[in-house]
């Protein structure tokens, strides 16, 4: 089954930084495409950034601020977060799926980790 270990979210100040990372199992991660998404309070959850194959494909409101990034032999994806802005608040999710924006479609989300950026 799949399973989806998500780590790395804390607390930051505008500005800061922070690096998740997602331990992935249970289907052939080396060829599959990877995602990071997240979902504020009370905002549908969206996709921020994708990889597939060495390209990565970002929302554009994290464009030239967050890199993704895939391991292949620590089956870990990550997610490099700088200039980070109180509107990056969100609990943070990997998942299997390339998808940007909102409207995702995936029904086994780990169990996140929380980022809060505030001053």
């Known amino acids: 089954q799949v399973r989806l270990l998500e780590s790395g979210g804390g607390s930051a100040q505008p500005g800061g930084s922070l690096r998740l990372s997602c331990v992935a199992s249970g289907f052939p991660f080396s060829t599959n495409c990877m995602g990071w998404f997240r979902q504020a309070p009370g905002k549908e959850r969206e996709g921020v950034a994708t990889i597939d194959d060495g390209t990565a494909t970002y929302l554009d409101s994290v464009k030239g601020r967050f890199t993704i990034s895939k391991d292949n032999t620590k089956n870990t994806v990550y997610l490099q977060m700088n200039n980070l802005k109180p509107e990056d608040t969100a609990m943070y999710y990997c998942?299997?799926?390339?998808?940007?924006?909102?409207?995702?479609?995936?029904?086994?989300w780990g169990q996140g980790t929380q980022v809060t950026v505030s001053s």
């Open positions: 998942a299997p799926v390339c998808w940007i924006g909102p409207r995702v479609k995936y029904n086994f």
